[in-house]
């Protein structure tokens, strides 16, 4: 999952700002059932904890390297500096049907100090669409899965990124990504897939 890069860039955003105000749910996610292993092409293993039932359109995920995770309708790994604006942003596209569409402002963390401050980020903006649905083989099974295209432009620096990843429709696993296409440049971003799935 994320531990293999696709989320690399994301996760500069780092931990959300100490607003104590809670944070709106995420309604019509579907967070893979828990204890769903997860198989990628590295040969690492992954596992689903289901969903956060404090927190509903949170997705637990424990990584291979055994840390514990979490991200909201397994598209982006929380809490973000932008946490806020993701999860009111996002609302749109969910549950997912091909045609829908999300955007919304947000800020990245730099990966180095210096010309923006940590509090603020880089202006960002997010979309993220669904817009189609694929055929994945994992194994010798084929899986239906709705391709979400998601793109951010980082407007100081003018920098733009765009990735697809495939979310299996039965289960909701997030079964890989194409990996970033970088115009400017602020991280590259290594595709991934899901080569075996365990049910829990």
């Not at 890069?5 to 500069?12: D, E, N, R, T």
Request: hydrophobic fraction near 35%.
């Amino acid at each position: 999952m994320r531990a293999f890069g696709i989320f690399a860039v994301l996760m500069l955003a780092g931990c959300a700002a100490s607003d104590t105000t809670p944070m709106p749910p995420l309604a019509g996610v579907r967070c893979p059932a828990a204890g769903t292993a997860v198989t990628y092409s590295s040969g690492s293993t992954g596992w689903y904890q289901g969903e956060d039932p404090a927190d509903p359109g949170v997705c637990l995920y424990t990584s291979p390297r055994g840390e514990r995770q979490r991200y909201l309708g397994v598209l982006f790994q929380v809490p973000r500096l932008e946490e806020r604006q993701t999860r009111v942003g996002l609302a749109p596209l969910f549950p997912l049907a091909v045609g829908k569409e999300a955007t919304w402002r947000g800020a990245l963390r730099p990966q180095t100090p210096g010309t923006w401050s940590a509090e603020r980020g880089i202006p960002t903006n997010y979309r993220a669409r669904v817009v189609e649905m694929r055929n994945v083989n994992i194994g010798s099974e084929t899986r239906r899965a709705y391709a979400v295209e998601v793109s951010m432009h980082n407007l100081p620096v003018n920098s733009r990124q765009s990735y697809t990843v495939l979310i299996d429709e039965r289960t909701g696993v997030d079964l890989g990504s194409t990996g970033a296409e970088d115009v400017g440049g602020i991280a590259r971003v290594a595709p991934y897939h899901v080569v075996r799935m365990g049910a829990p």
